[in-house]
Nanobody
């Protein structure tokens, strides 16, 4: 079993900042990609950002220039620094990890989500 636990969500006014954290634990051999997704009420879950083991990043167009993803491979952690937040960023944010378990089987895990609410 692989567990992901997010933290750092909360309420903030438009223009403010938040930093999300996620730690992975359990039966892990290696984590290749880690990322963040979000889901607003009544909408499908959408991609926000991903980062590879080597530090390569990808961002959704809606967050480019405002959000920054980073990771600490030694700690199996991924972070999302969110600046200049907008009301449309309001959503539950989910951490995601893709890799291999200790048994060398494929692994794709999700966290339980952390709520981000941005008021205008």
């Amino acid at each position: 079993q692989v567990q992901l636990v997010e933290s750092g969500g909360g309420m903030v006014q438009a223009g403010g900042s938040l930093r999300l954290s996620c730690v992975a634990s359990g039966n892990i051999f290696i984590i290749n990609d880690m990322g963040w997704y979000r889901q607003a009420p009544g909408k499908q879950r959408e991609f926000v950002a991903t980062i590879s083991t080597g530090g390569g990043t990808n961002y959704a167009d809606s967050v480019k220039g405002r959000f920054a993803i980073s990771r600490d491979n030694a700690k199996n952690m991924v972070y999302l620094q969110m600046n200049n937040l907008k009301p449309e960023d309001t959503a539950a944010y989910y951490c995601n990890a893709v890799g291999l378990t200790a048994e060398y089987t494929g692994m794709r895990a999700w966290g339980q989500g952390t709520q981000v609410t941005v008021s205008s």
